[in-house]
């Protein structure tokens, strides 16, 4: 399966907000993709500052900006334990 161009993405995540913010999501389906959608986002963040630490020697504005980035990404984690992101249906899923 291929990866989904940036613009086929973004028609997407706008279909499944429209969903979810008409309630006519039965099969959870675009629940998933935005809840999938906005974790990537914090993984892709994290991969970059990692790499960014990695290559620059490590330090210290790096390795802060890593941490603050594995942060971001637990936390991700941990609001789709909850029932709804904030996030959802503002249009802002960064």
Do not use: C, W
């Not at 630490?53 to 991700?76: I, N, P």
């Amino acid at each position: 399966m291929g990866k989904p161009t940036e613009s086929e993405l973004q028609q997407a995540i706008a279909f499944a907000i429209t969903m979810r913010e008409s309630g006519k999501d039965p099969d959870h389906v675009a629940k998933a993709l935005l809840s999938l959608n906005y974790r990537m986002q914090k993984m892709e963040k994290l991969l970059s500052a990692t790499k960014r630490y990695l290559h620059a020697g490590q330090s210290a504005t790096d390795h802060r900006a890593l941490l603050l980035a594995v942060q971001a990404a637990e936390a991700a984690n941990t609001e789709t334990d909850r029932d709804e992101n904030p996030e959802f249906g503002t249009g802002r899923l960064a």
